[in-house]
């Protein structure tokens, strides 16, 4: 395949805080690094006041001085609807403006220009088939991107968009975890079960995988959306807070400039606690006491002393570890191999509380901010393989799972589960649904992703239309409907006439989507 150049197929971590590209040549797995040597790219888009843009490592610093202009965790409300409790949060938490966009999609509001959530994402994604392209020296357009197993059908298609405005051609969008037990498993003639355990910046993610030979196969999977490295720094500020009261006895929780500034220095505390026993917090006129002094903080903290005030929330991630091995009748002990992936998974503590829940040390050869692009890679790598040569007669097999039940909502605001979680994928589901009034020449059907009876909590996918129905006496038409997963994740959904036997026209509106004219225009200035 000597002159098939353009085959490369890179594999993209597209991660909330970080991303990371990597590429299979001459059957090596290379981790690209930048101009820079690094390997991770900050996933972030700053704006700045001349007009250009920049994305990724570059733009740290106006992620601190200018965080208003400053687009990061772009991941967290990709997909999202406008009005839901995350987008709620994100308006709290994060510096930029986040508006109202049509069809509840929201939109990120910079210098005055309004941005689709995906056209951000599509940023970090450029930025990464950049690098790719220089170090292959040549144009790269094909990718797998990875996604976390737990997002839903609107968060991958969204997904799927970014890629897309970036100029690539998505082969496949793969789970983060499966992508992890590639990395550990593929080629390597490994009979195991494995679990993936991924501790990272605001969620946490638990997939138990059987991997024989190159077949992969998701068991359940379970995470915790609102458990990360944030809680870790969280709960260190408050730690410096109340000391810093104690010291100078004066409150300042009310300062929001104070706690981000905490939260901040807790962070880089944190860290620094997984690579030494000891260090120094320092921080220069942290606030002004009510005689106008200007008050330092400063003190010395250990590792012993503040892993133990964070062994709590350590311990929550097992929680979910128990609904994970619960679901698929495993206990810890039939785990052969621990997977870590995710910034969290460097720190001393959670290996020491992993290998007593699991009672193995965890795996930790390759880097647990790199494992999932390698998995991406080699699934690129395989997807385009000549099926006559040894990457391609073994191909991988992946067998994953949904991980929330998909249903409709009926009658009196219940949900109606069709597809339940962790079934595997590409699956389908048919059901019949039939007309209530005389004439009805459309039924309208909602569509959610989540586990709640009713169906307003769950996640609204969107809105199916059957129209231009049979008018005839109500309950004589009957709808043939079929809700399909294919291996991205991907839902779809096709109806027929159950008499007739003919496709029955569907429109489908999509929660948080864009219409096919937004797609253009968005195409169109992402050239
Ligand atoms: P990820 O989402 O996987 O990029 O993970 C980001 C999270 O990992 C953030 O909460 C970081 O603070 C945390 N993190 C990164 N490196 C370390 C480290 N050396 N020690 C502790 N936490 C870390």
New binding site residues.
């Given amino acids: 395949m000597a002159n098939e150049d353009s085959e490369y197929v890179i594999g993209i971590d597209l991660?909330?805080?970080?991303t990371c590209v990597a590429v299979v040549v001459d059957g090596e797995v290379h981790v690209i690094p930048d101009e820079e040597g690094e390997t991770?790219q900050a996933s972030l888009v700053a704006f700045l006041e001349d007009g250009s843009v920049v994305v990724g490592n570059g733009a740290r610093k106006e992620a601190v001085t200018d965080p208003v202009n400053t687009i990061s965790s772009a991941k967290r409300l990709i997909g999202q609807a406008w009005g839901n409790s995350t987008i709620k949060q994100a308006r709290q938490h994060l510096p930029y403006k986040i508006a109202k966009g049509p069809n509840q999609a929201p939109l990120l509001d910079v210098r005055g220009r309004k941005f689709a959530v995906p056209e951000i994402s599509g940023m970090v994604l450029r930025r990464a088939k950049d690098i790719a392209s220089r170090y292959l020296g040549q144009s790269v357009t094909k990718a797998v991107i990875t996604v976390p197993a737990n997002f839903n059908d609107t968060q991958r298609q969204m997904t799927r968009l970014a890629g897309e405005l970036a100029g690539l051609e998505v082969l496949r969008i793969i789970n983060e975890p499966t992508a992890a037990a590639l990395a550990y498993g593929y080629g390597r003639d490994v009979r195991a079960r494995l679990v993936i355990y991924?501790?990272?910046?605001?969620?946490f993610d638990i997939t138990l995988l059987d991997v024989r030979h190159n077949v992969f196969e998701v068991l359940s999977t379970a995470g915790d959306s609102y458990l990360?490295?944030?809680d870790?720094?969280t709960r260190l500020a408050q730690y410096m807070l109340r000391g810093f009261e104690k010291q100078y006895g004066f409150k300042i929780d009310h300062d929001p400039v104070v706690r981000g500034r905490l939260k901040q220095v807790g962070?880089k505390i944190?860290?620094?606690?997984?690579?030494k026993e000891r260090a120094i917090v320092n921080v220069r006129d942290l606030a002004v006491a009510p005689d106008g002094r200007h008050c330092d903080l400063r003190f010395q903290v250990d590792r012993a002393g503040v892993h133990k005030r964070f062994a709590d929330i350590v311990q929550r991630t097992f929680l979910v570890c128990d609904e994970a091995l619960a679901n698929a009748h495993v206990s810890a002990a039939d785990v052969q191999g621990v997977v870590l992936?995710?910034?969290?998974?460097?720190?001393p503590l959670?290996r020491e509380m992993v290998e007593q829940y699991f009672t193995q040390p965890p795996l930790t050869d390759i880097n647990?901010?790199e494992v999932v692009a390698v998995g991406a890679a080699i699934q690129g790598a395989a997807l385009v393989a000549d099926p006559f040569s040894p990457a391609g007669a073994h191909q991988p097999l992946l067998l994953d799972v949904t991980p929330r039940s998909l249903g409709v909502e009926v009658v009196g605001g219940f949900y109606d589960v069709l597809i339940d979680r962790n079934t595997a994928v590409p699956c389908e589901q048919t059901r019949v649904f039939a007309t209530s009034q005389d004439g009805q020449t459309t039924v309208r059907l909602q569509i959610f992703q989540g586990e709640s009876r009713v169906a307003s909590d769950n996640v609204k996918l969107g809105e199916i239309e059957l129209y231009n129905l049979r008018p005839m006496p109500r309950g004589m038409v009957e709808i043939e409907v079929t809700f399909a997963i294919d291996a991205d994740g991907i839902v779809d959904v096709t109806a027929k006439d159950r008499e007739t036997g003919i496709a029955q026209q569907t429109r489908v509106m999509v929660t948080a989507g864009f219409s096919d004219e937004a797609v253009r225009v968005m195409r169109r200035r992402n050239q």
């Fill in positions: 991660g909330t805080t970080n991770l991924d501790f990272g910046g605001g969620t990360g490295g944030d870790f720094d962070e944190k860290r620094q606690l997984s690579n992936v995710g910034g969290s998974t460097r720190m959670v647990p901010d």
